[in-house]
């Protein structure tokens, strides 16, 4: 009985294992899932985004390759030009005047269209004429703009993103001849605001501008920082523009969102910025979930110097994290469904057997499962040639014991024999009730003088044992020992261990005979 539950349990412990791992793979494929789905809606957002920014971009380049070929490049400007490049400072000034008072209301058409930058490029990279801010000219522009220098240098096109004096802007530099001999550069240029702006107007996008500190005060003159950036709350190595800034239409929100950021994800922040690529965190706001898109602006050289930051409510986040709860909670009721189950099954399985091979009394093994038993390790020992030894048992007087304190306490008797006889015998040794007081023990891999061995030890555990205390004593048992032979039936090895038993009463009782 012990065996067999042993059995059973460490068969109903390996299912409920594989049935566990089944259920937790499947939870863990769908979290996997889960991930996998929130990293593919972040590049497709981070993707939109890029995609408006291109296109945005791709606006201006046409419009400011426009209003080059139409009013820049041109005979009477180009003169001007070539001539401010070996002219004195006076005659510079006249040029400057001239140059400006031709181009106004071209300038002034290029701010209706939210350009910021146009300005005049000598071919030595000294600033010829600025038109956003005419009272700064003669600088040296060789060392803080590289789009300047390149377009002088290779005489060619130039466009990216730039930190100037003053402004930043995304650059479209254009270079100047005349008579094919190449006189300098000019630039025409929006601000990131107008970008921002743009982006906002077209796809209902608000975002800020951050851009690295380092950039800002290794180019921008000191007085224009305070009034063009101000200190990035989300990082203490990046401006923001202020003018950008106030394009938000819900500051509050805004506002929140940051503080969220700031509260919950400043480590993972921090990480994304000093690898310095385009990225998106997920941040939750009350019930809401909202997509923080940064994504990375580089300059002509292919560094990395701020990010462009765009945020939006997700509703599609929410969709998946219900869903997969959903999924979740729902292979969790499987589990504990098909766990319930497999108890059921396990219990009803065991009642089954103890009814169909259990003696109800004693929980010995019965009849039924004796001759099954017995058939397979008879077939056992013909193939393998193993040897085995059965004992069979009974109570001396045992329908005195009834006779005198009654039935109930009889079969108190019968179980406490049957506990002490499994006790002490070998774990593999199987316990049998074959009727009424009658009791066969298997014993497997035993010879017939080993099996005599265990019959006398367990006859004195059970003679020198006190069996219900006070009622019944002295209580003794006759046994028959027979070895397995070849080519007995089990009924013929049960009937030769009966005759055996019979042999020890008939000799006084108390004994083995074998």
Known sequence: MKKTNQKQLIGLIIILILVTFVIGLFQFALIKEYQENI?????????????????????????????????????????????????????????????????????????????????????????????????????????????????????????????????????????????????????????????????????????????????????????????????????????????????????????????????????????????????????????????????????????????????????????????????????????LILIAGILMFYRSRIKMIKITYFDKLTGAFNRNKLQSYLSDEIERSNRYGTKFSIIMFDIDYFKNVNDTYGHTKGDEVLKEVIKIAQDKLRINDLVFRFGGDEFIIFLPNTELKNAIKAAEKLRINICNKEIIAEVVKNLTLSMGVVEYDDDFAWLDLINRADEKLYKAKEMGRNKVCC
Not at 66 to 72: D, L, N, W
Not at 191 to 204: C, G, H, I, P, Q
Not at 278 to 288: E, P, Q, R
């Open 39 to 335: 990293k593919l809606n972040g590049e497709e957002i981070l993707t939109r985004y890029e995609d408006e920014y291109n296109t945005i971009k791709y606006a201006y380049r046409k419009l400011s390759r426009a209003y080059f070929e139409e009013r820049v490049n041109k005979e009477e400007i180009l003169k001007i030009i070539d001539e401010a490049n070996s002219a004195d400072e006076a005659r510079k000034d006249e040029l400057r005047k001239k140059l400006n008072d031709i181009l106004k209301d071209t300038y002034n058409n290029t701010i209706k269209n939210k350009f910021r930058s146009f300005q005049f490029i000598l071919k030595d990279n000294t600033s010829f004429l600025r038109m956003h801010s005419i009272e700064n000219f003669g600088d040296d522009l060789t060392e803080i703009r590289d789009t300047l220098r390149i377009s002088n240098d290779q005489k060619r096109y130039v466009e990216g993103f730039e930190e100037g004096r003053i402004f930043n802007a995304y650059r479209f530099v254009y270079p100047l001849f005349n008579n094919y001999e190449h006189i300098g550069c000019m630039e025409i240029s929006p601000s990131f605001v107008s970008v921002s702006a743009l982006m906002d107007e077209l796809f209902n996008d608000s975002s800020i501008f951050m851009m690295k500190k380092s950039i800002v005060d290794e180019k921008v003159w000191k007085e224009e920082i305070e009034k063009n950036y101000g200190n990035c709350k989300l990082s203490d190595s990046y401006y923001y523009d202020r003018e950008i800034y106030s394009y938000i239409k819900n500051m509050m929100e805004f506002d929140d969102l940051i503080l969220e950021i700031k509260n919950s994800r400043k480590k993972e922040l921090d990480e994304f910025l000093l690898k310095e690529d385009s990225f998106t965190l997920n941040v939750k706001i009350n019930n809401s979930i909202y997509s923080v898109v940064f994504l990375e602006v580089y300059n002509i050289m292919r560094n990395q110097v701020g990010y462009l930051m765009f945020y939006q409510e997700n509703n599609e986040l929410v969709y998946l994290k219900d869903s997969t709860i959903y999924k979740v909670v729902l292979m969790g009721i499987i589990w």
